[in-house]
């Protein structure tokens, strides 16, 4: 699960460009964005990789080698196998909510998820990367000198000082070497 905000789209370019196209671990994006915005997002991060991208309908597979791209103006729930969208009340002026969808990836999948936040001019992702770090999973900052806006990633720093800091352009190659990202997901 990843989390950007201010400057989200320089990052994920180069993270979702970065990583192979034998990439097998299914990646969800909540990336802050007007909330009239259309599919644009899927459609440029496609471009940038040869893994396919694909917006979230409600109660959508959660498939490896897939990246999934929380919709405008959705709150993304992350349940075992699928994902769900709410219509619930912002969270930090947001929907969606990097914290709502850290957090359910955190209760869905306790010790095998990952948590990863990037840029942003807020501390959306910070609550969430706790929970996920609280649950035995792995969390991920982007170096905050790496940021466009570095508060999200400090935010997140904060909470879990213990997390994996990388810049933007060493993420990617990280997520890679992980010996699940070369298999196919195995149900437990």
Not at 90 to 114: E, M, Q
Not at 150 to 162: C, D, G, N, S, Y
Request: net charge neutral; charged share 20%; glycine share 8%.
């Amino acid at each position: 699960m990843i989390g950007a905000s201010w400057g989200g789209l320089a990052a994920l370019r180069v993270l979702i460009g970065g990583l192979p196209a034998a990439f097998r671990l299914p990646i969800a994006i909540v990336q802050h964005r007007h909330r009239n915005s259309e599919a644009l997002l899927a459609r440029f991060l496609q471009e940038q990789t040869q893994l396919q991208v694909c917006e979230i309908e409600d109660k959508a597979l959660v498939e490896p080698g897939k990246v999934f791209v929380a919709p405008a103006n959705y709150h993304v729930l992350v349940e075992q196998g699928h994902f769900s969208l709410s219509t619930e009340a912002p969270v930090r002026f947001s929907r969606p909510s990097i914290d709502v969808a850290l957090t359910s990836a955190a209760d869905a999948y306790g010790h095998r998820a990952v948590g990863i936040v990037l840029t942003g001019s807020n501390a959306d992702g910070a609550e969430g990367l706790r929970r996920i770090a609280d649950a035995g999973g792995m969390s991920i900052v982007q170096d905050p000198s790496t940021a466009e806006a570095p508060t999200m990633p400090r935010a997140a720093l904060q909470r879990v000082p213990t997390a994996r800091v990388f810049p933007i352009d060493r993420i990617a190659e990280f997520l890679a070497a992980l010996p699940a990202a070369n298999r196919a997901a195995q149900p437990q």
